[in-house]
């Protein structure tokens, strides 16, 4: 999971709110330097605070993890073009992990108060002298300001860190990296570090992404960034030749892409259950009975859709298993591609559960609340008056007590279950299980939690399923279409529960498949023409 960001500023970083300088360039994630204020007229210690000059890692740390990668001092220097809060943030990490930086602005006197003490701000063209290595944090529109800088910058490492926004994204045919491969034909560019926002970087490793992304057309420049994102406490991954800069500048453009099938599916079924308790519990005693039930809508009527949107969207995490596998039965292989809409149904399968067990917890959250409504302290009234007029000095009712004692009780029970289904999806839980582990848990804890929240709804609904009152305006009770999937998707799993299916099945995940023969065509003058071998 991502570590959290302020909620004030869309890059998790605080900047005070000033217009972007016209001497001065934005950084690469499009925030605004803070200059607010004047180098001279400050000390340096007095300027940055004690944290931005703590090393951001310990020797200790490097020590103890393997996977980073200790600076020597004699490294060379690396230099960064830009003076933007991401570029503060690069600065701080790369002093943290034992770089010397010199950071190059247009105006060294007006940003120097920015940056650590340990950090050299000065001018770009001192700035791109001694650095082999030039990280190029600027908006795409201000590279072209760098092309005063081409004949310093020949044999240099550009590494690029831009992103650009979506509308600028779709309008582009080139990525930024290689348009500024083609303005600096005598450089090295390497695209690296966009993933990463500046409260990553500041954050470390252990609470932001660990993932650099790095795409380049030459080996060699690409194994010296990789080093620098070791040494900084980040992992690298190459993505391929500097073509694969489009598809990395479009990652942080991406949101919840896995989550949008699942979350028109979860709204879908809101929306009809919804639509379908309104019309059964509100509208038709309205027209019927002139019965005023509209102040159900907001909880009542909510709180009887959400459990139905959550068992439902349960069985649905476990359907397309039962399909899979019926198709590998019918099919006798498993070397056979499924359908396209299986195969994103089962890729799905995590976001449709948690989105379950979201909706699930706001149903135990709502029936918690019940007793703190007003109109569920006048019906208690009434049912007194009404009891004390009748006459009768004992209502109690034994079957109805075992029934919400046992219907609470599962309840809880199936919470409990999906509770774990959501943590082991977790990828720092499900990192730490085996596979066989997590197959446990998954689908055996799953299918029990699916289980349990069938024998809760039938708890719920008991004999009123079969009750001529119920029924209202020829609708069923809603538990009774809410049964109809994970009733087959248990059925179903009981089935390959039999012996001849259960092993057939193993069979045929284990490789085999069915009727796969060898044809051996013989001599003309052999006494049978063809012979068929059976495996």
Known sequence: MKSMRPPDMPNGTQLRQK?????????SRGEVPQADGCASQQKPAERMSGDMNKPLISHQFLDSNPNLIQISSQTQPVGILGSGDFARSLATRLVGSGFDVIVGSRNPKRTAGLFPAAVQVTFQKEAVI????????????????LCGLSDLLVGKILVDVSNSTEQEHLQQRESNAEYLASLFPTCTVVKAFNVLSAWALQAGPREGSKQ???SGN??????????????????????????AAREIEAIPLRLLPEWKIPTILGLGLLIFFYIYNFIRDVLYPYIQEHKNYFYKLPIFVVNTTLP?????????????????????LHRGTKYRRFPDWL?????????IGLLSFFCASLHAVYSFCRPMLRSHRYQLINNAVKQVWANKSNEWNEEEVWRMEIYISLGILALGLMSLLAITSLPSISNSLNWREFSFVQSTL??????VATLHTLTYGWTRAFEESSYKFYLPPTFTLTLLVPCMV?????LFLLPCLHHRLARIRRGWEKETTVKFVLPTDYPYTEKTSRL
């Not at 139905?308 to 590998?328: D, E, N, T």
């Open 19 to 27: 217009s972007c300088p016209t001497g001065e360039s934005c950084d």
């Open 130 to 145: 001694t650095p082999e290595i030039i990280f190029v944090a600027m908006y795409r529109e201000h590279f072209s300001t």
């Open 212 to 214: 650099v992304l790095i």
């Open 218 to 243: 030459h080996p060699e420049a690409k194994r010296k960034v990789s080093e620098i994102a070791r040494a900084m406490g980040f992992s690298s991954v190459d993505m391929g030749s500097l073509v």
């Open 308 to 328: 139905c949107v959550a068992y439902v969207m349960l069985s649905l995490v476990y359907l397309p298993g039962v399909l899979a596998s019926f198709l590998q």
């Open 343 to 351: 195969d994103h149904w089962l890729q799905h399968r995590k976001q």
């Open 446 to 451: 799953g299918f029990l939690a699916l289980v």
């Open 490 to 494: 248990i059925l179903a799993r009981g």
